[in-house]
């Protein structure tokens, strides 16, 4: 009979939390369940944890900063650059429809030239076909040196 009432001693009567609400008699018996030196290494781990997460924070906003002043004078160099492209390639649209209006007056002017360059062309064309199927290359044509205009 003894051990019962030790027993009941032990146990916290209903009496001592009625002042306090249900989840904060939860968490007190919780609290006498975990043992506080597990707790306090927890939170020394959770401490270390955030100075680590606060130093890689600092360095991405870093990398961030270092990133956008990158991405700001690459973009401006980018931009010049396709202004100089779309520059070239107008200078040479009007460089290829000069040749082809020369080409043509030439033509209509000296029909017997173009011919004799044509034939020319033709025998190299030939040659470097000969030259290529024995060497085992192949040869490259460029757009921009056709005869048809």
């Known amino acids: 009979m003894a051990d019962t009432t030790s027993e009941l001693d032990e146990t916290p009567s209903i009496e001592c939390f009625q002042?306090?609400?249900?989840?904060?008699?939860?968490?007190q018996g919780i609290a006498?369940?975990?043992?506080?030196?597990?707790?306090?290494?927890?939170i020394i781990a959770q401490k270390e944890m955030l100075q680590r997460f606060e130093k890689t924070n600092e360095m991405l906003i870093n990398c961030n900063s270092l990133s956008m002043s990158h991405l700001k004078i690459t973009s401006q160099d980018l931009k010049k650059h396709?202004?100089?492209?779309?520059?070239?390639?107008?200078?040479?649209?009007?460089?290829?429809?000069?040749?082809?209006t020369i080409r043509s007056k030439i033509k209509g002017q000296y029909p017997e030239l173009q011919k004799s360059i044509l034939e020319e062309k033709q025998k190299e064309l030939e040659q470097k076909t000969v030259d290529s199927s024995s060497s085992g290359s192949a040869s490259t044509v460029s757009p921009y040196n056709s005869d048809t205009n």
């Open 19 to 27: 002042n306090y609400t249900a989840p904060e008699v939860f968490i």
């Open 32 to 42: 006498g369940i975990v043992n506080q030196e597990d707790v306090e290494s927890m």
């Open 82 to 100: 396709t202004q100089m492209l779309a520059e070239l390639r107008k200078d040479l649209d009007s460089t290829f429809k000069r040749i082809a």
